[in-house]
Structures are given as structure tokens and as C-alpha cells.
């Protein structure tokens, strides 16, 4: 077969986690592809990724958006499998997905499937890089796809901000191309047709010299290499030189900038940018992971505390920005007070004064063995990822790293080089710098193109310049400390008795602990999960929004606290819920229980600093009025639970009812939601029994839940039989319209949960299909399950710049009502095909702890205490016939179903016909009140 091994230019052994079982074998085939096969024994779903070395950057000059058109043209059909969505329909029939994104340099192309249906995968896959078909009219369907991507994004601020960027680099830098591409940049021209030029991008720039394949499956690797030559040893080489940028990123003239854009959506940042060169081949030492982690720490005294107590910035962070194979932006971003923006100089003063200090007392070794530590650990324990986020990811290592390293590369820190780190720190320097600030308000006198962003570009006087050169240390500023959370030479998981589930190690009025021992996954660490539940925080809508404003008050007192045990690898998330909050812990569990403790004991944090008070409020007000601004589809699914869920309000009126409260009444709310709860906490991972009884005591003592216990919140869900089609009318201020039909079960057994999973299951890859590549209805279109307080439910859902609502539910009526009959011209192989997929999907092993970790407390949740939900349905949809579904299906029917219509009128649509079959609700808090409703 000519297959001839990978060429080594360092070790000859690939280097990976000791917790990593799989086996690797690298090969360069004939025609000079480098393929990276991996053997996963355990694995339930087999994975393949291709990215090519061809990305935006590459796209001709008049043809800008090519590369990410032709991704999109791949998946369209070649000469082997000439039928358009063939492919996907085969990934996902076989319980898999796929996808494929377009960067500035790459391009990568990723799917995963059950593993028996691999080859069968990987020969229609192949075909994308050997014989696409390009037909006609799909290019012109296509190309309004890409318009619609593109339409998308235009009220996106990243998107826009992006374009400004673009605009404001060397204009010979590749980097000042538009890379989405829309109807204009790809329209037929009479010069050129846009078909015969992405034929021509294809065959000039597509070429196996330029990719990287990785094949992951439960086979054997002496199975997968001869597939690999078998099916891609035909891609043509090219010899196509080796891609490089010639012309830089910024010349004199693109540095020392001061940017100002009007962004769409009410925030205020500062972004100072320091131009680096290509840092690739720093990845063994990584010098910028050290000096990101000293410039963006929040200790005590670091940068960000000190600018945060001015009242000048709410967050920053340092290390991000553009990067390619001859540029890296460096990036020290802030979010800004209405202070800061008045005084971002000020910030920038002080940013100069700590890169001055780290110059002279920062560069030390020991800080540099604390960071290794931790990027150590999480090699060494690394945990299992699904397959398609594996292959897709190394494809792209295998790009940057040497062959060797293309795991070890993203953790590898090799050794404390402070000439190297000096050497980069003189990029950190005003002459070097640009600035950006994004807000409201600021005076613009230019536009982007394509996103329309106001903004304004002017050169940093030379004053301000000379100032920021001659700043010196300032006293108030520190460097970060030794950390005590970090653990030094862990050793593995510790031994002990483990049950097959979670079982209950304490049940009592108001407290019940579940506890697993789980060492399946070999790592140190563990989930600790303490649901708070109580009535106070849910009582009304004042205090629904009081409770959330309390959770971010609490997490922000808790930054500074917590920070080095989350720079030492513990996590926690506090989050509220319908029934009240619950505090999540993750990490390394050796030091969980002093975080434990940490947060608990600041839970009622006392007299709240008034400032902090009004900032935090006022943040999150803006952030509930902000929701206003998202896109029309998110707007309709979040106002479509609140509408079903009372203990779910709507965003606006949070924002109303917390308007008035005063930091005087928040200690004494806190208080009050302590008073009586019930608390419920899972204990899953590397723990001893002993520690969890320690725990529990802690719990009982600290939260006091016997004095005066509670009971479980009801979570209450409004009940839709009977209603026949309600419709609600949103207002969403956006040029397209949207649509969510929503489908809801009244009951909660396995058997519908299987029936409405099979469902979405089986007619998700049609429906898109149908509507938005065959009827191009637009970009956003797709079906869903959507389960609310355990009753399973399912939507349909369309954003569309080309339809109002009238239009939109025809399609999806049509859509709904002749389904039945394609379910009945399925053969039976297809039909058991689909379900079986379904099956392995449902019933796949847990990828890692937190996954299952996850699973459990879902578990827990749903009230699925025998933890066998999964294997219930698994079970319903074995014996479930075509007859079932079909019965089902034909109830979905718009004629007889009951049904929620969510919609929206886009400015587009201001004058299409109006809906007017169906119930509407004028009033949906009324409608919430009256509604009967199911309480779990
Ligand atoms: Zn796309």
C-alpha cells in the first residue's frame, strides 16, 4: 500500500498523559498527508477531523469569504455521493454530528459516528478533497446561506468590532480581508461566475501537502491505516510551497492608534494591544502563559485589584488577541466604569507602572514552577474529551507543534528562560501599543464596511506617548504571592470501597446527602453539589430577581477570596434556580473542603460597600435590558420558558422589581433566605466516605437546616392541553422575523420521554433540510428537544430574513403535517437505523467525571433516584414501532395539536400578513396567573 512512516525530527515516541490509554501512530502518506491514527478502546464513537492549511487569509482579493464558502460547497454533494445532504443524513442516521468551521489560516472539517459505520463515513468524507461537485444551482442556494451567516451577525459586537480592526492594519496584511463573504463579495459578476472561481480556489489552494488528518475509533490501528491510505491517498499533491505572510501586521503607521467604536450593545471596555511576532515557537517555554498569569491575577493589590477599588474597572484580562503564523496581538482588556472611561489614561498609567514592576521583581523562577504545577497537573490527570472535540483539536496541533509534542505541546513548560521572557517584554511598550475603547457615546467619523460600526481613528499624541515611557513603580501595586492552594506531587486517587450509584449517607427533615466514591476516571478530583432550596427566594418576581442580585453580590465579594484556589485548579459556580440557588464545587479535591469552607463562612457577607452596591445592580439590570438586543430566536426561547415557568419571569420585568432596592434591605434578605431551607447535596468523585460525614456535620452546623427545616420548592410548569395553538407576539426590534413552535407532554414517563426524543431525533436532519438548504428560509433553523421540569417537549424554530411569521408556520405546518407519510416511506433498515442511533446516543458512557458528575445531579433533580432514566428510555425506544411514532407524529398535526406559537415581526416582514389563526395571549402574565399547572 506505500505507506511510509511519519518523519520524527525529535523523540520517535508521541508523548501523552500517563491517564491516557489510547495508542497513536503517526504515517505520511504517498502523497505527503500526515494522518494521526488513534486507538480508543473504550470509546462508543469513532471521530475523524481533516484541517487544511487554507483559511480566509488565502481567499483572492476580489472574492473575499471564498474559503468559508467553499467549506460550506463541500458538504453539498460530490461525484461518488452527488446527493446533497447525504452525508449528514448518514452521520446523524448513525447517532453522529458534524460540522466545520473557517479561520483566518485554517480550515477544519470534523465529524464523529458510530464506530461501525466509519469507513462508510470516512469514503464519503474523503470525497470533499477529491472530487466535490460544485452543482450550479447549489451554489446559488449556498451563497445565500452564507448571506444569511453574514446578516446574522451584523448587530454582533465582536463581529463588528472585528471589522474595525480589519480596517485599521497594514491593508497589505491578509488580515484586512472581509472573511464571512456575503451575496455581493460571491455574486456571479460579468467578469467572473462564482462557481468557476471556487473551482479555481479549490484547485489552487486545496492540496494534501496542506493537511492534517486524524482518525480516532475502537478499531485497531493496523485496521485505520489502511483505510486512511485506501480513502485519502488520492488527494492530489500539489507541492505546494510552504503558506507565509511576507508583509506584517502593523507598520509604524497602523501603531501608537487610539480607536474609538460605538458598539450596539451598552458595555464600555479598553483594550490595550501590544504587537508581538509569531510566537509559535515559544510553545515549549511558554513565556506569555507567565506573563498572562502575573498581569491578569487578582490578588490582593495586583492591577485589576487596584484599578477595581479606584472604581475605574470591573474586569480584565490579559493574554488574549489575534494570532497567526507572522503576528500576535497581545491583549490587556478592560471592562470600564463610567470612571474608568473618563480615566482610562489613568488605567493605562497604572498597566505601565506593573509592567515596570514586573521587569524589576516579577521575573522569578518559583512563579514560573507555581504555573507549571498546575498545567502539570492537568497533563497528568488529563480526562477524557469526546472523540470529535479530540480529533478536531489535534488536526490543528498537528499544524503548530512538532510531531512528538502535538498532545504535550498545549501543557509542555519546559524550563524558567528569563532572557526569553526580557526579550519579550520589550514588546510591552507604548511604541508598540494600540488602544481601543468600545462605548456608547464616543465621537465617530467613519463607518465599517459590511458592519456598518461607527468609529474614529487618531495617532496617541506624542505627549501621552512620552508619558507612559517614563513611568516607574508604583508602591501601591504588588505582585502576586506564594499560592497555598496549589498541591506539589500529587500522587493519583486514593484507595477505598466504591458503589456501583450515588447512595444516601444522611436523610433528615430539610437535609439529605448523596455520596459516590468514583475512581473510573483515575483523576484526584470531584464534584460537590449543595442545592439551596427556599421558598423566600422565590416568593415574587422581587424576590426571584432580589435572590439573583444577592448570588452576584456574593460572587463578587468572593473574587478576590477564592482567586488562588481557582488559579490552583478549583472551580465553583453559584447559580439560581427555580427552587432557590445552588453552589457547585469542582476541581482537585485535596483542597476542596477549605473552599467549602471559604465561601460558606462569607455566604451572608455582612454590610455591603453602597458603591459596589449600585455597580452590581446596575450591571445586572443592564444585562436583563440588554436581552432586548440578542437575537430575535434567543429573545422568543427565553420569553417562551418564562411564559411556562412562574418562577421564571422575564428578563424586563426582573429589571423593574429589583429598581428599587436599596442595600439596606440586602442583609437582612439574606438572612431571611437561610431561615428555613431544604438543602440537598451530592458528593461524587475521589472522596472517602470519612470526608463526606465530616462534611455533612459542617453543613448542618454552618447552614443550620434543623432548627427550622424546609421543604423542596415546587417547581411549577403551566400545563398547554386543551388550549389548542396559543400565540404570542414578541417585539424584537430586528430586521428578521423568527418563529418557535413549541410541543409539550403532559406526561413524564420514559415512554414519552422516548417518543418525543425519537421524534426530534428523526425529523431534525429533514427539517433542516427542507427548510433552510431547500427552502433557504435562513440561517437559523432547526428542530430541538426542549424538556421543562422533567415534561418533555420539543420546538421548531426559524430566524429568517427572507419570511414573516404568516410564511414561516406554513412552512413548518407543511413540514409537521406531511410527515408522517416520509416516516412511512422509510425501508425498515433505515427506520431501525435511526433508532439504534438514537439508542447508542442515549446510552453512551459517561466521557468523563464531570460529565457523569453532571448526569447524577440531573438525576437527582428529575427525581430518577434509582439513576436509570437513561436505560429506561433506552428500553421504550427498543420496542417502540413505526406505528408508535406515526400516531404520535400525526397529533403533532397544526389542525388538532396543542401548541405554543412564539413569533416576531422583523422590520423586513413590517408589512406581511399577519397571523390570525389561534389563541393569542395579550397579556402572559395573566395568562401564567389563570393557566393550570403541573407541580413537580
Ligand atoms: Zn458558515
Redesign the pocket.
Known sequence: MGLVSFKYTGAAILLKSPNDKKDYQFLTLTNQLKVLLIHDPKASSAAASMAVNVGHFHDPIERQGMA?FL??MLFLGTEKYPQSGEYQRFINQHGGSNNA??GTEFTNFFFDIDPQYLEAALDRFSQFFIAPLFTSELVDKERQ??ES?YQLKLNDDVRRQYQVHKETVNPAHPFAKFS?GNSQTLADTEQSLAREDLIAFYQQQYCASRMTLVISSNHQLDELAPWAQHYFGNIIDKQLPKWAIEAPLYTEAELELEIHVQPVKDHKKLFVAFALPCIDHYYKTKPLTYLSHILGNEYPDSLFSVLKQQGLINSLSAGGGVSGSNFKDFNISFGLTDKGLAERDEIVNQLFAYIAQIKQQGLNSWRYREKQAIVEQAYQFQETSRPIDVVSHLSINLHHYEPEHVIYGDYIMAGFDEAELRQLLDYFSPSNMRMLVSAAGLTTDKEAAWYFTPYAVKKIEPERIAHWQQIGINPLLKLPPPNPFIVLGLNGTQTGPTTEKPIILRDQAGFRVWYKKDNTFNVPKGSLYIAVDSEHAVKSIRHIAMTRLAVELFLDLLTEITYPAEIAGLGYRIYSHQGGFTLHFSGLTAKQYLLVQLVLSTRKFGKVDSDRFEHIKSQLIRSWKNQKQGKPISQLFSQLTSLLQPANPPASLMAKAISDVTVDEMPGFVEQLYKQVHIEVLAHGDWQQQEIETLADYLLKELAPNSTPGAETKRRLVDISRKGSLVREVNCDHNDSAMIVYYQSMHTTPMHVARYTLANHIMSTTFFHELRTRKQLGYVVGSGNLPLNRHPGIIFYIQSPVAGPQHLLRCIDEFIDTFALVLMELTQAQWEISKQGLISQITEKDANLKSRSQRYWASIGNKDWRFDQREQVASALEIMTRADLIRFITQLKSRISDRVIMCSYGSAHDGSDKLTQGNFIWDPGEFKLMAPKFIN
Open positions: 468559508h467549506e460550506h468551521w473557517t446561506a452564507i451567516e464571512v
